[in-house]
Each structure stands twice: as structure tokens, then as C-alpha cells.
């Protein structure tokens, strides 16, 4: 994250869902997705808590939460996102 703006709260960033289990045929219900996403709280080493925004409802991702702090992952050109992962918004 060494070129990538400082997180601090309220900034908008992008989640990705993890999406439902991958069936034995290799198809999934609900892929992975990009979600829109907010942070709402930043620890002492950049980790955040998330507030995801999903067309039905809206999670919270605390750093102290069941899962622990949500991983940075920056897109990489051509490959797939990684599940359960925060990312800057690209520009376009």
C-alpha cells in the first residue's frame, strides 16, 4: 500500500464479497463481487473496519469483529479479486 492514499474514517473504498461456496461443477450461486464500502475505523498499523453497502442491506466489518481486520489487496491488472479483501476505488 506504499503509493495508496493513507485509510482514514469515512473514506470510501471498494470490498470484495466472498461469494457463496463453490458447487462441485465449479459454478457458484453468488460469485464474488465488488462491493461499494466505507471505513469506519482505522487501527495504530493502517488496518480497517468496513462498513459494506450490498443491494440487500448493509455489514459491518469491525477490526475487533468475529474475522478479525479485513486484508488489504490491490487489483491486479487481468487476474481475479480476492474474496474478503478491501481495495482503493480505481480511477477510470
Given at each position: 500500500m506504499s503509493n495508496a492514499?493513507?485509510?482514514?474514517?469515512?473514506r470510501a473504498v471498494?470490498?470484495?464479497s466472498h461469494?457463496?461456496?463453490?458447487?462441485?461443477?465449479g459454478?457458484?450461486?453468488?460469485?464474488?463481487?465488488?462491493?461499494?464500502a466505507e471505513i469506519?475505523?482505522?487501527?495504530e498499523e493502517g488496518r480497517v473496519g468496513l462498513l459494506v453497502k450490498d443491494p440487500i442491506g448493509?455489514?459491518?466489518?469491525?477490526l475487533r469483529g468475529e474475522n478479525g481486520p479485513i486484508p488489504y489487496a490491490e487489483?491486479?491488472?487481468g487476474?481475479?479479486?480476492?474474496?474478503g479483501t478491501w481495495h482503493w476505488p480505481e480511477h477510470v
Open positions: 492514499p493513507v485509510p482514514t474514517i469515512c471498494h470490498y470484495v461469494g457463496s461456496p463453490i458447487r462441485e461443477d459454478t457458484q450461486a453468488f460469485p464474488s463481487v465488488r462491493r461499494s469506519t475505523e482505522v487501527d448493509i455489514h459491518f466489518h469491525p487489483p491486479v491488472p487476474e481475479p479479486l480476492q474474496g
